[in-house]
Nanobody, 120 residues
Framework: QVQLVESGGGLVQAGGSLRLSCAAS????????MGWFRQAPGKEREFVAQ????????YYADSVKGRFTISRDNAKNTVYLQMNSLKPEDTAVYYC?????????????WGQGTQVTVSS
């Protein structure tokens, strides 16, 4: 089992930036990739970005492409989400998930989430 802890959320003005961190521990060797998801009040959980540990498989949701950048530090077992040009619609709880398989695009581990609030 992979244990995940998100951090870095907060309150920012529209147009500002935040960097989220997701620290992985436990059975990290069972993780193929890490992903960021978000959930706004009254909405379903939404995919944001994903990166595998070798860095060769990076994907972004259209809504964040060009504004967000996902990266990882293998030595620290940590994944980051750099968020620039933030908009009020980016307001949500952001979750980090672990994807165990290179074949099946399923994320089966989650952290507790970190709140991101963007004011207009």
């Amino acid at each position: 089992q992979v244990q995940l802890v998100e951090s870095g959320g907060g309150l920012v003005q529209a147009g500002g930036s935040l960097r989220l961190s997701c620290a992985a521990s436990g059975r990290t060797f069972s993780s193929y990739a890490m992903g960021w998801f978000r959930q706004a009040p009254g909405k379903e959980r939404e995919f944001v970005a994903q990166i595998n540990w070798s860095g060769g498989a990076i994907y972004y949701a259209d809504s964040v492409k060009g504004r967000f950048t996902i990266s990882r530090d293998n030595a620290k077992n940590t994944v980051y989400l750099q968020m620039n040009s933030l908009k009020p619609e980016d307001t949500a709880v952001y979750y980090c998930g672990s994807r165990p398989s290179a074949v099946s695009a399923k994320f089966d581990s989650w952290g507790q989430g970190t709140q991101v609030t963007v004011s207009s």
